[in-house]
């Protein structure tokens, strides 16, 4: 599918998000080794948790959707069965670190793997501290996919681990945390700033006994094994997703003249740093009806379209806002002056070289954008000019954001192979759509 995008007069109306990306994932694992019978509303049905439920299906586990209810047949930790071919991660890097560490607390043999994407994402952060507790686990020679898993022998606890986590990730957290339910003793997590923290939560409402602390001013984490490992099953409504609402959000500030409300998005505030970073470039997003839900903050968002100012973005933000910069990128490039970010080498990492792919796309909009080992700066005219094909480069948020990109350029912009959007959001184009935005789709849905 091809998306061509105009410049549109003002976007106006009010849009309800579709299930949080993260905590869909969790969800559906955790259920799977709970105890019980779990009931999850609001699941995001999209590709990536696609490729989530089908490896659980291969690891025996049983579950059914109803629109956007899921409800999965808990099989305990120690119950996942060895799957007979190799699991398809698919594109989902989350899927495999944190199957890595279910599989690991299970004592299943298995095989992880993905498409030639996830092949080439960095798996060894997950290999040595899961090596360090005992798991008979491998990767190939260059630290990536496929990862084999061998059974470990019935009865046998892993070893508890005291680790620094030398770049902050909730992948990471997550994937030793499931282990650490295996491990004989108390198993304590440093990050150098805090990632999302939503397993966290989701474990301490199943019953896991979890600590959270400070080693030398950094955040911690602590696990305590219980002898038995029961899982209590969850019963939850998932918040919208922070991370989709990202490209809405910029989208209504760039087009001018909108005012645009989006319902029931997720703000964790390990997760909202985007909206810290727009509040200090000037933009105009007030959060309604802020409510605690499940152990989750959620809120509406009502956002007016305005001139922004650029912006540094540094440090522990970054982590708050890892998944925004594509969305952000396009904030700065329809922002006046200079926006620097600095210290995101991590960016390097995701579904494409994020800092080389936005780089590269926006300039082809006439974007004035410097590449940085660690960031890019970008000089904001208030204009891009667009007018050109852009490559998401395979990666679904740098496709919807230069689809938002095109909605305030001088010229239309066409997203090549947009179809990407799908992993994690396949009702951006009918959203935009509703907003007011001028889309032309080609190629299918
Ligand atoms: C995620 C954590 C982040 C994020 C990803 C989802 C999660 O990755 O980029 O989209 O659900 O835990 P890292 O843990 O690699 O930072």
């Known amino acids: 599918m091809q998306l061509t995008i105009q410049r549109s007069s003002a976007l106006h109306g009010e ?27 609001n699941f995001l049905v999209s590709g990536v948790t696609g490729a989530m439920l089908r490896s659980l299906t291969a690891l025996g586990v049983h579950w059914g959707l109803d629109g956007t209810t899921l409800s999965v047949a808990g099989r305990g930790v120690e119950g996942l069965v060895p799957p007979e071919g190799a699991l398809d991660c698919g594109n989902s890097a989350t899927t495999m ?19 030639p ?6 798996m060894d952060r997950i290999i040595t501290p899961l090596q360090a507790m005992g798991v008979p686990i491998q990767a190939g020679p260059q630290g990536t996919a496929p990862l084999a898993l061998q059974a470990r022998p019935v009865g046998q606890a892993l070893r508890a681990l005291y680790y620094e986590l030398p770049v902050a990730s909730a992948q990471v957290k997550t ?11 108390p198993t304590t997590l440093v990050e150098p700033s805090l990632s999302r923290d939503h397993t966290e939560r989701m474990l301490a409402s199943m019953g896991v006994a979890l600590r959270s602390g400070q080693v030398d ?7 305590s094994p219980a002898e038995a490992i029961d899982l209590a099953p969850l019963r939850m409504t998932i918040p919208g997703d922070f991370s989709a609402a990202a490209f809405l959000i910029v989208a209504a500030l760039v087009a001018p003249g909108s005012e645009v409300v989006l319902r029931g998005v997720g703000l964790n505030p390990t997760r909202t740093g985007l909206l810290a970073s727009l509040w200090e470039m000037g933009a105009e997003i007030k ?5 605690v839900y499940a152990g989750e903050t959620l809120g509406d968002l009502r956002v007016r379209a305005g001139s922004l100012q650029g912006v540094s973005v540094s440090g522990g933000r970054v982590v708050d806002m890892i998944d925004e910069f594509p969305a952000f990128a396009v904030a700065a490039a329809f922002a006046r ?6 210290q995101a080498e991590e960016l390097r990492f995701k579904e494409s070289d994020r800092i080389g792919s936005l780089c590269a796309e926006l300039r082809k909009l006439g974007v004035q954008v410097e590449e940085h080992r660690d960031g890019f700066v970008i000089e904001g005219t208030g204009e891009v000019p667009g007018g050109a094909q852009v490559d998401p480069n395979g990666d679904h948020r740098l496709a919807m954001a230069l689809a938002v990109a ?6 239309p912009v066409t997203v090549l192979e947009a179809g990407i959007m799908s992993e994690s959001f396949p009702e951006f184009t009918t959203a935009m759509g509703q907003l007011g935005a001028g889309l032309e789709v080609e190629g299918g849905q």
């Not at 690991?104 to 993905?114: H, I, M, N, P």
């Not at 994937?175 to 003793?185: F, T």
């Not at 002056?337 to 600095?342: A, D, F, H, I, Y």
Request: with cysteine; proline share 3%.
């Open 15 to 41: 849009i309800t998000l579709p299930g949080d990306k993260s905590i869909s994932h969790r969800a559906a694992l955790f259920a799977a080794l709970a105890q019980g019978e779990s009931r999850i509303e």
């Open 97 to 115: 670190r944190m199957l890595a560490g279910a599989l690991a607390a299970a004592g299943t043999a298995a095989v992880l793997d993905g498409t």
């Open 117 to 122: 994407s996830l092949r080439r994402r960095p």
């Open 175 to 185: 994937c030793l945390l499931l282990a650490a339910l295996a491990a004989g003793d």
């Open 217 to 223: 001013g950094r955040p911690s984490v602590t696990l």
């Open 287 to 291: 959060v309604e009806n802020e409510r």
């Open 337 to 342: 002056g200079r926006t620097e970010v600095s």
């Open 406 to 411: 095109g909605l305030g350029a001088e010229n």
